[in-house]
């Protein structure tokens, strides 16, 4: 099967609508969570500007451990008391944070970073991990963007949820 990663123009938010139209058809048939995970963190890596690392964590039950990812190696296991990562999967609520040298705790896998956006992947109250997305540049995401990354992880937690029922 060939895809074409998509040529996004226009306004933020019909970027997001062709992109989250894009993680739809990549999943679509398909319900294992880390081969649609490998292919969503593709596909936003290759069609967003200004990252330098996409990827997942997923939940063991005690910590998070890497998943599928595009840029550099990185941390393979994050504590939920710590960094955004962590922030996100403890309180399950979207963390985006415009300079994370200014977060505490926050966990260091590419000193490039400065920017981070990570949406926790909740399925029946359940957490399944965190789609982490980085910039080397400071406050490289918004509120379209925050709202865009939480409706593809909402597709890709979609086309797992869709094994459960079939």
Same mark, same amino acid.
């Given at each position: 099967?060939?895809? =074409?990663? @998509?040529?996004? /123009?226009?306004?933020?938010?019909?970027?997001?609508?062709?992109?989250?139209?894009? $993680?739809?058809?990549?999943?679509?048939?398909?319900?294992?969570?880390? $081969?649609?995970?490998?292919?969503?963190?593709?596909?936003?890596?290759?069609?967003?500007?200004?990252?330098?690392?996409?990827?997942?964590?997923?939940?063991?039950?005690? =910590?998070?451990?890497?998943?599928?990812?595009?840029?550099?190696?990185?941390?393979?296991?994050?504590? #939920?008391?710590?960094?955004?990562?962590?922030? /996100? &999967?403890?309180?399950?609520?979207?963390?985006?944070?415009?300079?994370?040298?200014?977060? @505490?705790?926050?966990? &260091?896998?590419? /000193?490039?970073?400065?920017? =981070?956006?990570?949406?926790?992947?909740?399925?029946?109250?359940?957490?399944?991990?965190?789609?982490?997305?980085?910039? @080397?540049?400071? &406050?490289?995401?918004?509120?379209?963007?925050? /709202?865009?990354? =939480?409706?593809?992880?909402?597709? #890709?937690?979609?086309?797992?949820?869709?094994?459960?029922?079939?």
């Amino acid at each position: 099967m060939s895809f =074409e990663i @998509p040529v996004l /123009a226009g306004s933020t938010r019909h970027r997001y609508d062709e992109l989250i139209e894009s $993680a739809q058809a990549l999943v679509a048939g398909e319900t294992d969570l880390i $081969a649609n995970a490998a292919n969503v963190s593709a596909l936003v890596y290759h069609s967003l500007p200004q990252l330098n690392w996409v990827g997942f964590y997923f939940f063991d039950g005690t =910590e998070l451990v890497i998943g599928p990812f595009q840029g550099k190696p990185a941390c393979v296991r994050i504590p #939920l008391d710590r960094g955004v990562c962590g922030a /996100a &999967a403890r309180t399950a609520t979207t963390q985006r944070v415009d300079d994370v040298h200014a977060v @505490p705790d926050h966990i &260091a896998c590419d /000193a490039a970073s400065r920017s =981070e956006l990570v949406v926790p992947l909740i399925r029946d109250g359940e957490l399944l991990g965190v789609f982490d997305l980085d910039s @080397p540049v400071p &406050a490289r995401f918004d509120d379209a963007d925050q /709202a865009g990354i =939480e409706a593809i992880a909402a597709v #890709l937690l979609d086309s797992v949820c869709r094994r459960d029922h079939s």
